[in-house]
């Protein structure tokens, strides 16, 4: 029984793009199974056990579940401390905590990968002022614009850094929404060298969202001080509800924790309201997750590159995200890819997206979005500003044989718009 129904052509490109991808599916087997191991590791190494599961109100006062799981989320980032809540309300909010945790008045902050996400933007406040920003306490911010091949620039960092008295120096290692590639782990050590190198006192911060265990290690097991990411991306397992995570050095960790709750108070309240068993099954879930995200992303590179379109990593790239950039040309292909995608998800598989403003955008958004979890991008989803070169980035896929439906779907669907001919 065939429960869906595509044309004969692209069974054909969807059995090539597999046996393109299987050198790929084979190494990102083994980075799934090393981390694994890791998170099993850190499971048993910190005893949990059923009265972790458990729950608390209030003030959380002595909750264990809570107070066991950011040691168990530490050692799984090989970072000596962590905080995992499900209180952050986001990635951006819990990259918030992180940077007011840490930087005060007069600081200056330097970011080493050109502009970063469309959301921290305001945080930081250097584009027109934004009340509560970083820049309205007075933090100053300078940034080192990528290389023409969108890498960063290592001299013009170094030489910034040299004589600039900086606090923080900040990396982004996803592409987030843009085409530049994201950083692979052997990138990010570099960087962190050059840092240390000329200006060792800098504490180095890197927004890790998209990145867990995309590769065997951590940015907090090669130099960084401090990360920082969401837990309805890769390290909530597609589980976790909501929440983020903050992990590195004890002593950043603390400062965090003093701003995340109180100053003075810090980690030690925070109810837990029953989400432990969440959070806790979804870090166990996810590298495996992550594993299928990656998979699916692979797919989808082979895939449509095979039926002529540029996509960007392309399928045998080395990748330091799960994100993957498809660039079809035409608002008409945009539009059918991301409605064939929407018709295969578990949750509103009926929802027909349209494009629509989006507060931040100057054109409109359209998105492909059926998850179990609001927003959640660990599930297989698009979005795309109706722009061109009409590129849709789409990320996640909780298991990948789901998700390569979904993929297939969203081709099918140019098919028959007529958006592509095969
Ligand atoms: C997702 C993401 C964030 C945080 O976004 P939220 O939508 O607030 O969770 C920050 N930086 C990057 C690179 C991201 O991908």
């Known amino acids: 029984m065939n429960y869906f129904k595509f044309n004969e052509t692209l069974e054909k490109y969807s059995a090539l793009a597999e046996r393109k991808a299987a050198e790929r599916f084979k190494m990102i087997d083994s980075i799934t199974e090393y981390n694994q191991t890791k998170v099993l590791n850190a499971f048993i190494k910190n005893r949990v056990s059923e009265m972790h599961l458990g729950t608390s109100t209030g003030y959380g006062y002595g909750d ?19 905080i995992v809540r499900h209180s952050f309300a986001s990635g951006t909010h819990t990259l918030t905590v992180a940077l007011f945790g840490i930087l005060r008045p007069g600081d200056k902050v330097l970011v080493l990968t050109g502009r970063p996400y469309d959301t921290i933007i305001g945080v930081f406040g250097f584009e027109g002022h934004v009340s509560g920003s970083l820049a309205d306490f007075g933090v100053e911010y300078h940034q080192v614009e990528l290389l ?39 990138k990010i050590e570099e960087l962190c060298n050059a840092v240390r190198e000329v200006s060792p006192n800098t504490v180095i911060m890197v927004d890790n969202c998209y990145g867990e265990f995309v590769e065997t ?57 029953g989400h432990n068993r969440e959070l806790y099954m979804g870090l166990f879930a996810a590298p495996h997750v992550t594993g299928e995200a990656l998979k699916t992303a692979v797919f989808a590179s082979a895939l449509l590159e095979s039926v002529g379109y540029k996509v960007s990593p392309t399928c045998d790239e080395k990748r330091g995200d799960i994100i993957q950039s498809v660039i079809l040309n035409t608002p008409e292909a945009l539009i059918a890819f991301c409605r064939g995608m929407q018709s295969g998800a578990p949750v509103d598989s009926f929802v027909r997206p349209e494009p629509s403003p989006m507060p931040g955008y100057d054109d409109d958004v359209i998105m492909a979005a059926g998850a179990f979890t609001l927003g959640s991008s660990i ?44």
Not at 64 to 82: K, Y
């Open 217 to 273: 290690r951590e940015p907090t097991e090669v130099g960084a001080d401090i990360i920082a990411g969401s837990l309805i991306k890769n390290a909530g397992g597609g589980i976790a509800p909501t929440g983020g995570y903050i992990a590195g050095k004890a002593e950043y960790v603390e400062m965090c924790a003093g701003r995340m709750t109180a100053p003075g108070v810090g980690r030690e309240v925070g109810a837990s309201l």
């Open 148 to 186: 023409p091949d969108s890498t960063p620039d290592l001299n013009a960092i170094r030489s910034e850094l040299s004589w600039g008295n900086y606090k923080m120096a900040y990396i982004q290692r996803s592409r987030g929404y843009s085409l530049r590639p994201s950083l692979t782990i052997d």
């Open 379 to 422: 599930e297989l989803s698009a979005d795309a500003p109706l722009r061109a070169p009409y590129a849709a980035w789409m990320q996640g896929g909780l298991n990948y044989h789901s998700a390569k439906t979904g993929v297939l779907l969203a081709v099918q669907s140019m098919i028959d718009q007529g958006a592509l001919k095969i």
């Open 64 to 82: 264990i579940g809570r107070d066991t799981l950011d040691q168990v989320f530490a050692d799984c980032m090989g970072a000596e401390d962590a």
